[in-house]
């Protein structure tokens, strides 16, 4: 959720600070700070709002120093606030905080009196306080932190400075991922590698519990215990390079755009194209003995896993549960031995994922994830992972990262089908080459930018919008509506098409658009009929199909927009019929005036439960 940068250097702390700091602006929004030691004291500089606001403060009020620590905040305990601005203080420590204390209350009624000097709203200044409560015992700063981290319960990455300790930071990670970073005569925190990508390539990963002190002579990492602890040095293949927006308004809008490509990307990893053949790298995984899959993910990510169950049910015929993760674990589910269990993430850190994971591996799953950051903690923690190829993604409303799950989901399920004789060999050259056409597709499917900006002046005037489809578009009409629901603040849903006469149907009015993802596929038939209903009821109804469908479907009744998509092979279809959903929500987001790349309330990486 937050973004955490420490660093321990040898020049001005700040400048670097906001530096990585501007690379975790997607974690949070709410409000940002520094804190510096300045001759042996600490000072602090924070802001309400984003990034700039701290940047403006700076500037006024420059704040020197070369030890330092900075956040960007997204809002869990108290109002976005400057007095709830990270970092936060009590006299002898400053500290910055990713997660959630659980037991703050608690604590806070323990520390008794102290309490009273306690200014913000938040869970994270209790830590402070307790800590100092220690340092104020006599105890040194490393003593404190290793009396301290064994009382806080939830989840959370802690990075502290102390006073009077120019050459000393603390940090702590569980639940929440936090790196250390090994430089030229400096050493870093950060919760993302992408902070700390400019600054080293030199990345240690702290595991589940670990809390380390950093020294300019390098990091000592203990285990929960206090046991003293090695953990390797890795050579991270993040870019140092500052992701820009280049000629385009929004990330989001680069993001969207640049899908021919990351797809293209993701495939050159799993598809031979002159063999039209399907190889996925080695596996543990004897997918002809798997009895049942067992898929979760959240929001975004749990849509590519909805799409793929139809996928591996109907092209390689294994049986498919899909759980979102936030409830996966609390239903206790019974899964069969020898069972395969996906997670699919794109930063590797959800915490319901990663929670959802470790049940299944105390229930005897082998473990597959599909990430798009090798390093992340769920690639860490599993038997195999496949990578997607879609490099940095910072609109918070994922894109890119949509598509190649998809296509590596894709790339799967052909490969499992394979191994079980699901398929024949014409049958993989057949899917092999829609595959490979997509890039090329996709390409096609942003053409028709400017006339899906057009119709997005409908939606721009609507109160609630509907999402529909049937078998695999049904998670894309679900994704659609999530989009536009994230970034315009519209209220949309996503139905089943054949579920809006039992019930949602009522809902249905003049001028209410409704969304059709309609290929022509099996259930092609179905869809058109339940577009008539739509139409019948004075719903305005925006049908995007192939030029076929659209010829069929102005023979029964005509839509109130049509755009037409290329011809595909229906397996393919969800990848390229995402697309013009994601453009619809973005065109109606800038209609709007929203904050696009930034959402109100919304994270990118939401490592929290």
Known sequence: MCGIVGILGTGPAAP??????????????????????????????????????????????????????????????????ENNAHPHISD??????????????????????????????????????????????????VEAVAKTLPRLEGAFGLVMIFKGHNDLMIGARRGSPLAIGYGDGEMYFGSDALALAPLTRRICYLEEGDWAVLTPEGAQIYETDGAPVERPIVQTAVSGALVG???????????????PTVIGDTLAGVLNPAEQTITLPPLPIDFAAVPRITISACGTASYAGQVAKYWFEQVARIPVEVDIASEFRYRAAPLPEGGLALFISQSGETMDTLEALRYCRRQGQVILSIVNVPESTIARESDAVILTKAGPEIGVASTKAFTTQLTVLAAVAVSAAKARGAIDRAREAELAVALAETPGRAAEVLNHDEALREIAQTLAKARDVFYMGRGASFPIALEGALKLKEISYIHAEGYAAGEMKHGPIALIEDDVPIVMIAPSDALFEKT??????????????????????????????????????????????????????????????????????????????????
């Open 528 to 609: 058109a009929s339940n577009v008539q209903e739509m139409v019948a009821r004075g719903g305005k109804v925006i049908f995007l199909s192939d030029a076929d469908g659209i010829a069929r479907m102005n023979r029964m009744a005509e839509p109130f927009a049509s755009i037409e998509l290329p011809k595909v092979d229906p397996f393919t279809a969800p990848l390229l019929y995402t697309i013009p959903v994601q453009l619809l929500a973005y065109h109606t987001a800038v209609l709007k005036g929203t904050d696009v790349d930034q959402p109100r309330n919304l994270a990118k990486s939401v490592t929290v439960e």
């Open 245 to 259: 927006k280049g000629n385009y308004h929004h990330f989001m809008q680069k993001e969207i755009f640049e899908q």
């Open 92 to 141: 002898g420590v400053a500290i910055v905080h990713n997660g959630i204390i659980e037991n703050f209350l608690e604590l806070r009624e323990e520390l008794g009196e102290r309490a009273d000097r306690i200014s913000s709203e938040t869970d994270t200044e209790i830590v402070a306080h307790v800590i100092n409560q220690h340092l104020e015992a006599g105890l040194t700063p």
């Open 16 to 81: 670097t600070l906001l530096e990585g700091l501007k690379r975790l602006a997607y974690r949070g929004y709410d409000s940002a700070g520094i804190a510096t030691l300045v001759n042996g004291s600490i000072d602090r500089r924070r802001a309400e709002g984003k990034l700039e606001n701290l940047a403006a403060v700076l500037e006024r009020d420059p704040l020197p120093g070369m030890t330092g620590i900075g956040h960007t905040r997204w809002a869990t305990h108290g109002v976005p606030s």
